[in-house]
């Protein structure tokens, strides 16, 4: 993956610019916190950084944010905010980073987590800002392209070395801003066909607390997760939430 300096010029490449405020920063504390003080003038607010020093996840976690990776958060208003963005968000980086290493070789976890050989290249993180009727969507995406310290489950994608990052970037833009047009068709499919753990068993939790286990047998068009019980068989549908799957690295 070549590491290059963020380059506003390469990152909005056949992007209507008429449409884009975008904020690049060398330190910041969170691109998500920084895109809530942002006025949303345009389709789409985004913030990119070199690297975060209070980068965070999902349920108030830590995301580890040294320099040289994907740290970038896209504000924008409208009627998405009803649709499961985590999951379709995930889809889009997905199919991006499949895009542009060339390979099929990207997986997804319930319910943000994009996977690598088994390990945990990226995340994304959803929040919203409500004003009255108005409703911000802030979709945050953490991608790990070299990683110096790591985690046992952390992978990264140091691996493509052909891979340049404002390219990467520039394709999951573009994605995005296409999935805010038009949507996606079969997203719901796609999604399954992409995730780690569909027919295999996995262990739901729930603030690290085991709740319930069985085979993963996919996810509803809200984006619910849906298992059969291994206890009595029956079909369970956990939102996102608190919720998680243990391992699957």
Same mark, same amino acid.
């Given at each position: ?13 056949? =992007? ?16 998500? /916190?920084?895109?809530?003080? %942002?006025?949303?003038?345009?389709? #789409? ?19 580890? $944010?040294? %320099? ?7 504000? #924008? $208003? ?9 999951? &379709?968000? *995930? %889809? ?12 099929? $070789?990207? *997986?997804?976890?319930?319910?943000? /987590?994009?996977? %690598?050989?088994?390990?945990?290249? *990226? ?14 969507? =802030? ?36 994605? #995005?801003?296409?999935?805010? /047009? ?19 068993? &996995? ?17 509803? $068009?809200?984006?619910?997760?849906? =298992? ?22």
């Amino acid at each position: 993956m070549k590491l290059n300096t963020l380059n506003k010029n390469k990152i909005l490449k056949n =992007i209507d610019v008429d449409r884009i405020n975008i904020a690049i920063y060398n330190t910041i504390g969170s691109t998500n /916190d920084k895109c809530k003080t %942002l006025k949303q003038s345009n389709d #789409f607010n985004i913030v990119l950084a070199e690297e975060q020093t209070k980068g965070k996840g999902r349920m108030g976690k830590e995301w580890s $944010s040294p %320099l040289g990776n994907i740290y970038m958060s896209i504000a #924008f $208003s409208g009627s998405k905010s009803n649709e499961p963005l985590s999951l &379709i968000s *995930g %889809l889009i980086c997905q199919e991006a980073i499949n895009k542009v290493i060339g390979e099929d $070789s990207i *997986g997804l976890k319930w319910p943000n /987590d994009i996977i %690598l050989n088994k390990k945990k290249v *990226g995340g994304i993180l959803i929040e919203k800002e409500v004003l009255g009727s108005d409703v911000t969507n =802030i979709v945050g995406i953490g991608l790990n392209l070299k990683l110096v310290k790591k985690e046992s489950w952390w992978g990264d994608l140091s691996e493509y070395q052909h891979v340049d990052r404002n390219e990467l970037i520039n394709t999951i833009l573009r994605k #995005f801003i296409s999935y805010c /047009d038009k949507g996606i068709d079969n997203w719901k499919e796609k999604w399954e066909t992409s995730c780690m753990h569909l027919n295999s068993d &996995i262990e739901i939790q729930s603030n690290n607390i085991k709740i319930n286990e069985g085979m993963c047998i996919g996810i509803t $068009s809200r984006g619910a997760l849906r =298992i059969s019980s291994n206890k009595d068989g029956k079909i369970c549908e956990y939102e996102d939430g608190d919720r998680s799957i243990k391992g699957v690295y």
